[in-house]
């Protein structure tokens, strides 16, 4: 087989990346009825112009070594939780397979077309898998996110820009990993899970229940969650009674996934019950992408929300210094995912009531009641400017004021035990108006659910949070804050050196044993991903063929 001519693999590349940009298109092979889009063909044009148009992939009509490294990097993409069929792989096999097939009497330039197909192909499947390894792969506004809070995927040109002739293939594209442990735990956790269904499949009931089962009571699922849990079968007359081992048993299983270890069998507890391994597949993928999507470039000091854990970690230094439960939105709503910077701490805060909690809070309520504000310490003022003036609410028929007319005004509710922020409120401007602080409800932090709140981030150990804010500004101390929290009044105290907050969505995260904990999908967050995944055919099918096996096996 002879090399593939420069001149012609130029005149070709030439007219294929101009029917590329004007059909959008490319058919890669003669009489083929497949077809291709190539993601950036003007990319794919400079780069092969610099190179004087010869390939990068392949040398005296073979794969050469980077061709090579980065086939088998895109064979086994789905151990990145990605989908092969992406990155073109069923075709670069079959024209690998027609250029070993091609009689020594068949014309050059066929063949140099071959050839020619396999290289664009493989420069474009490099550059999609780069870009879905580096950042978002979907549209951020499809997931109701902002770009800017998310890591930019490579760009095609700088993709093609990273190759160099001779370059380790595999070392470049491995870079591009998250380099947390998490993801490499994500990837270990995946692998068994697949190896595992592929074995033996799964064919696990669902479990269903009424309300919620406590210990030494009797349910007729008490039978399929002692079988989910691997627990012996016992006699008939206590098979249907949730006994002392069952309760062990539960609460092991909770605490191994993220639950409230209190045994008490309800929703959350059944449903991790009921979610099977392919259940946990698509979970370990969703998160992997996320965890795509985060830079891995962060300072000294950040502090991390993870909302459907409900758990607040600030890290110094590498080290976690305060963890803490939180409460968050409930479902109805929902603490968005973002990131911002925190800039200070302010004690005593007033709280002025947001457009939504008026509108269905408080609105409604005081049309039932004008006296309803008469003990709550909240004051309203005629509008927002410094010298509105205070309203009496027991003066206003509320029946007869318009919701625009209740949005003029200023509801405020004075510091104080009344106060939903309770005496701390972490300074961190937001577009979405969401902050981290302290609360007047300490019991929700017993909850079995911890989606409790309008939106807001409410602190089990608010004192801890601000003394890690406060710590590197001088003259602070933590009998300072409690003499300022003694006193009453609003006080705000800016830091110097602004610290990150992330607030993330891993439905799957990994635990204090280093084993992954899979966590509900409070928000519905994890279908919503799935499904744009499934739209752009980014998950990997999970249908074992002999080859995948292979795969899975070594």
Not at 235 to 242: A, G, K, M, P
Request: overall charge neutral; glycine content about 6%; charged content about 25%.
């Amino acid at each position: 087989m002879r090399p593939l001519s420069k001149l012609f693999y130029r005149l070709c590349l030439c007219v294929v990346l101009v029917f590329t940009a004007l059909c959008g298109q490319y058919a890669f092979a003669q009489g083929d009825k497949d077809s291709v889009v190539l993601l950036d063909s003007d990319a794919l044009d400079e780069f092969y112009t610099v190179r004087d148009g010869a390939p990068f992939w392949i040398k005296k009509g073979r794969l050469n070594s980077q061709g090579n490294e980065l086939l088998k990097i895109l064979e086994r993409s789905w151990v990145e939780g990605l989908n092969p069929a992406a990155y073109h792989v069923q075709s670069i096999q079959s024209l690998l397979e027609k250029t070993k097939s091609r009689k020594k009497n068949q014309d050059n330039e066929a063949e140099d077309r071959i050839l020619l197909n396999l290289e664009l192909l493989l420069s474009d499947a490099y550059v999609h898998y780069v870009r879905d390894m580096s950042g978002m792969r979907i549209k951020p506004e499809e997931l109701g996110l902002d770009a800017s809070d998310w890591r930019t995927p490579v760009t095609p040109s700088q993709a093609l820009g990273f190759l160099k002739d001779g370059a380790n293939i595999t070392s470049l594209l491995s870079g591009l990993e998250p380099k947390g442990q998490t993801y490499q735990t994500m990837k270990s956790e995946l692998l068994s899970l697949l190896k595992a269904e592929a074995a033996s499949p799964e064919t696990f009931k669902p479990i269903h229940i009424e309300g919620i089962i406590r210990p030494g009571r009797g349910n007729g699922a008490i039978p399929k969650i002692r079988e989910k849990l691997g627990l012996p079968e016992v006699e008939q007359v206590r098979s249907y009674t949730y006994d002392d081992a069952l309760v062990s048993a539960v609460i092991a299983f909770q605490a191994k996934n993220g639950l409230s270890a209190d045994s008490v069998i309800g929703p959350q507890t059944i449903e991790a019950l009921n979610k099977g391994r392919k259940d946990k597949i698509l979970q370990i993928i969703v998160n992997m992408e996320r965890l795509r999507w985060l830079s891995d470039d962060k300072p000294d000091r950040f502090v991390v929300v993870n909302l459907p854990s409900a758990t607040l970690w600030a890290i110094e230094d590498g080290k976690v210094k305060v963890e803490m439960p939180v409460v968050v939105g409930r479902a109805e709503r929902p603490t968005p995912p973002f990131r911002t910077l925190i800039s200070g701490v302010r004690f005593n805060p007033q709280w002025t009531v947001p457009p939504t909690i008026l509108e269905e809070d408080i609105l409604p309520k005081l049309r039932e009641d004008p006296n309803y504000l008469a003990d709550k310490g909240m004051e309203i003022y005629d509008g927002y400017k410094p010298d509105s003036q205070t309203l009496d609410p027991a003066s206003i028929d509320w029946n007869n004021v318009s919701l625009n007319q209740a949005k003029a005004l200023r509801f405020v509710q004075m510091a104080g035990d009344n106060n939903p922020l309770g005496r701390i409120r972490i300074l961190m401007p937001n577009r979405y108006d969401v902050y981290l602080h302290d609360t007047n409800h300490p019991e929700l932090f017993s909850a079995l659910e911890r989606t409790q709140s309008s939106g807001c981030v409410r602190m089990r150990y608010p004192e801890k949070m601000a003394d890690f804010v406060m710590a590197r500004e001088t003259d602070w101390s933590n009998e300072k804050m409690h003499q300022i929290l003694k006193s009453g009044k609003t006080k705000d105290i800016a830091i110097r050196e602004k610290i990150p907050v992330f607030l993330l969505y891993y439905t799957a995260w990994v635990g204090g044993d280093g084993k992954i904990l899979y966590g509900e999908d409070i928000y519905d967050r994890d279908k919503k991903l799935l499904q744009a995944l499934k739209t752009i055919d980014g998950i990997p099918k999970l249908d074992y063929t002999e080859r995948y096996l292979a795969e899975l096996s070594r």
